[in-house]
């Protein structure tokens, strides 16, 4: 079995850790893996690399990494290992982006993956072939070469992340505004925003962190956002919040109460939008309001079930979500679980959205899990029969959630341990 992986961040490393532990023949099952994976840019991690270039790179290509250099995470380190490569103890629980880059080089070393990564490949067409059983036929430009390549896989693994294409709002006189307007992807330091009245627009885990790291800089910043009640951070005193912005004149913004305030930028932090634009359209996914279907679980195509997307589901314990999905979806590619109908699976989808709109969550909020995310997890690991994730790690990413909404200038300060599969402790 060939399979193809697409990207070598987080996701990736996870999925070409599983399929090369599957490299070498099952005397069992007599049947073994060849795996490659592509990688677009000329090192491992995805998102967590960082530059200070924004734009496009030497290659013409956009820059993929959304990080800026102070960044620091906002989730503790106990939760963000993988579940059999834990990140080790220190004193310190909220990590540098340099020290999870670190543990990502440590990951792939440990398990020696960079043997399977093609470097600066770039993978521009994926589409299923007409052959039964079915194949894929993958396109990628070798870009120190500049010449492209076609491969035949049995599967594919889409991981090229969904923090790189920017989501921007569609704002009433957005081409009238006279100032600079830009999303937080190519953001990188505060001095880019000294002495301005800067609009931030979006109060995510992004726009808030940012709101509070530009105030250093700027001279006043307002925070817009569509919450029905004041966010209960404390802010510096340069900071506002207002309601949604409803229009942009030249140099102000229109606010959803009628108020209005002079600004020199806006500045977006709205999010990204799931993009995949190698897929071809026979691939049977599509985007959809940024709900990416049809897909069985967030994760499995159900027209084609050979291609996979893994880490769609966000406000998660990202790297062990993704390698709990990659051994969900091996159980069934190697033949010891059978997918179900597309009958089933698309009624699964259909039953999971409705659920959400009855919660009041529209589309582009259908991968979002949050507190549910231990059942999500646990609903992988009963269907394929797999080693389930801690409860633990659902427990305190949400005491990490609600102590960021309490007190976001010193949260990171917070230390925990875990201390068995379902508690923790703060130290």
Avoid at 271 to 284: A, H, N
Avoid at 312 to 320: D, H, T
Avoid at 370 to 377: E, F, I, K, N, S
């Amino acid at each position: 079995m060939r399979v193809a992986i697409i990207g070598a961040g987080a996701a990736g490393l996870a999925a070409l850790r599983h399929c090369a532990a599957n490299s070498v023949s099952d005397e069992k099952n007599k049947q073994s893996m060849t795996v490659v994976c592509y990688e677009k840019t000329n090192e491992i991690g995805g998102t967590w690399v960082y530059t200070e270039a924004h734009g496009f790179d030497s290659y013409g290509l956009p820059i993929h990494s959304s990080m800026y250099k102070s960044l620091r995470t906002n989730l503790p380190k106990e939760v963000m290992g993988f579940p059999d490569y834990p990140i080790p103890e220190g004193p310190k629980s909220y990590l540098t982006r340099t020290e999870i880059l670190n543990f990502l080089n440590s990951y792939c070393d440990r398990f020696q993956l960079r043997q399977h990564i093609r470097f600066l490949h770039n993978v521009i067409l994926v589409k299923p072939t007409e052959s039964e059983p079915k194949t894929w036929q993958v396109q990628v430009k070798d870009l120190k070469k500049s010449e492209i390549v076609t491969e035949i896989f049995d599967a594919v693994m889409v991981c090229n992340g969904h923090y790189f294409e920017p989501s921007v709002p569609e704002i009433k006189g957005i081409l009238i505004f006279r100032g600079r307007q830009s999303h937080s992807h190519d953001y990188r330091v505060p001095e880019a925003f000294a002495g301005k009245t800067v609009l931030v627009i979006g109060a995510g885990p992004s726009g808030m962190d940012l709101a509070l790291e530009i105030s250093s800089q700027a001279k006043h910043v307002i925070l817009s956002h569509h919450f029905k009640e004041t966010i209960q951070t404390v802010f510096p005193n340069n900071v506002v919040q207002k309601p949604e912005v409803v229009e942009l004149k030249e140099h102000e913004a229109i606010f959803k109460d009628g108020s209005s305030a002079a600004i020199d930028e806006v500045f977006y932090c709205t999010g990204y939008k799931y993009y995949f634009p190698f897929l071809d359209e026979s691939c049977g996914v599509q985007v959809d309001s940024n709900m990416v279907t049809p897909l069985w679980k967030h994760l499995v195509s159900i027209q084609n079930p050979t291609l996979a997307f893994v880490g769609l589901p966000f406000y998660v314990c990202a790297f062990s979500m993704f390698d709990l999905q990659v051994r969900f979806v091996l159980r069934f590619w190697r033949g010891e679980k059978q997918f179900p109908s597309k009958d089933i699976m698309l009624a699964e989808e259909a039953s999971e959205k409705s659920r959400k709109e009855q919660q009041g969550l529209s589309k582009r909020h259908f991968h979002m899990m949050g507190p549910a995310q231990g059942d999500y997890y646990d609903n992988l690991a009963d269907t394929a029969g797999i080693t389930p994730l801690p409860p633990v790690l659902t427990k305190l990413h949400n005491d990490s959630s609600t102590r960021f909404l309490d007190d976001l200038s010193h949260y990171r300060e917070d230390r925990y341990r875990i201390v068995d599969d379902n508690n923790f402790i703060k130290l």
